[in-house]
Nanobody, 126 residues
Framework: QVQLVESGGGLVQAGHSLRLSCTAS????????MGWFRQAPGKEREFVAA????????IYADSVKGRCTISRDNANTAVYLQMNSLKPGETAVYYC???????????????????WGQGTQVTVSS
């Protein structure tokens, strides 16, 4: 069983940047498709970004395109989410997720992912 731990969240002013990290233990995630999701208070969990196991394919929510970059370091079993020009409406708990279906493509569908971290809080002040 893979365990995912997110870090890098915090309080940031609107317009600033944060880099979230997701590290894995228990199993290597080098062959897994990985995704980032977020959930704001009182709202449903929503997709942010996902990356294929080799890192050659990425997808983003329209709301973050051009401002966020997902990347991975399979040697260190980590996935990152660089977020720039953050907006107050992006205050949420950010979750990392792993899909271990062999050959799967990056997906925005939460149900495709098998393992989730506990999340890291991102608060964007205006």
């Amino acid at each position: 069983q893979v365990q995912l731990v997110e870090s890098g969240g915090g309080l940031v002013q609107a317009g600033h940047s944060l880099r979230l990290s997701c590290t894995a233990s228990g199993r290597t995630i080098s062959s897994y498709t990985m995704g980032w999701f977020r959930q704001a208070p009182g709202k449903e969990r929503e997709f942010v970004a996902a990356i294929s196991w080799r890192g050659g394919s990425t997808i983003y929510a329209d709301s973050v395109k051009g401002r966020c970059t997902i990347s991975r370091d399979n040697a260190n079993t980590a996935v990152y989410l660089q977020m720039n020009s953050l907006k107050p409406g992006e205050t949420a708990v950010y979750y990392c997720a792993a899909d271990w279906t062999r050959g799967s493509r990056p997906s925005a569908v939460a149900g495709q992912y098998h393992a989730w971290g506990q999340g890291t809080q991102v608060t964007v002040s205006s």
